[in-house]
């Protein structure tokens, strides 16, 4: 396939949650391209905008509400017919929003959970989103006997490849030993472990990245990489003490989770 050569439109989109846990999709209105298709709102960034001031911009046009706090969360490139987008979605706490909804553009509203998605069609760049939305942002437990968490479907449990059931739709895979069969498992989702930025460029077909960080270069790279934007859920697994240090920037920059290792022991 030769490559799209079209310069790429920067596009904002919010995953706005509400206090049941719910996210907030709408339908693009007659008039625009894929009419009638669900989205997460937002919109196209202005030269003089900022990304976050732009989402903020459009969530008052569309939806009419304020949003008072935004953090990225993945990035995707995608070529539509219309335009070849560069698309930055950010999550929008409960509490971090506010005003009452309004369809503005004569749109279509409604809140959904995670896994349990009941509108369509949905735009074709969103699709991969639905599946990353289900991971939970609270997680714990090991990288040899799995990690688990709730969603609000109920409990989520990632096993270990070794370990796996036909019954376990989420497995867990060294990069490594990835390499070594040399094709992605048979599973609902693959979350593939790494620890060297060499590795980032050979996971890019994961569901979810784990990040195992054991020492100052190993967060310095994590953060290179969450600068520049992530295109699937990157799970960070570190020693509490580098939790302690750098959690609050990995969260502020995209990471999705934060799992304390109490394992590792910094180097």
């Known amino acids: 396939m030769n490559p799209d050569k079209r310069p790429l439109l920067r596009v904002v989109a919010g995953v706005l949650l509400n206090h049941q846990g719910e996210y907030l999709l709408s339908s693009r209105p007659e008039g625009k391209p894929y009419a009638g298709y669900w989205e997460f709102a937002g919109g196209k960034v202005e030269p003089s905008e900022s990304e976050t001031d732009a989402l903020k911009r459009e969530f008052a046009e569309e939806l009419g509400i304020a949003i008072h706090r935004a953090i990225p969360w993945l990035t995707k490139i995608h070529a539509y017919e219309h335009a070849h987008v560069h698309l930055r979605f ?12 309004q369809a503005k553009e004569g749109q279509q509203w409604s809140w959904q959970k995670a896994g349990d998605f009941t509108v ?40 270990p490849f070794d370990m796996a059931e ?11 030993e990835l390499r070594r069969i040399g094709k992605l498992p048979a599973a609902k989702s693959v979350w593939v472990v790494m620890d060297e930025a060499a590795q980032w460029p050979r996971v890019q077909d994961a569901d979810a990245v784990v990040w ?9 790279a994590l953060a290179a990489v969450l600068a520049q934007g992530v295109s699937m859920p ?8 580098l939790l302690t240090q750098y959690g609050a920037a990995w969260r502020a920059a995209g990471a999705h989770a ?9 180097v």
């Open 90 to 101: 950010f999550r929008v706490a409960a509490e971090d929003w506010s005003g009452e909804l």
């Open 120 to 159: 369509s069609p949905m735009l074709p760049a969103n699709g991969a989103l639905l599946k990353a939305l289900a991971v939970p942002t609270e997680l714990a437990g090991r990288l040899n006997t799995g990690l688990r968490g709730e969603n609000s479907m109920g409990e989520y449990r990632v096993v």
């Open 166 to 176: 036909p019954r376990h739709a989420h497995v867990l895979i060294e990069e490594r």
């Open 212 to 220: 195992r960080v054991e020492n100052l270069a190993a967060a310095q």
């Open 234 to 241: 990157l799970v960070v697994y570190a020693a509490p003490d």
């Open 258 to 266: 934060l799992v304390a290792a109490e394992e590792i022991a910094q």
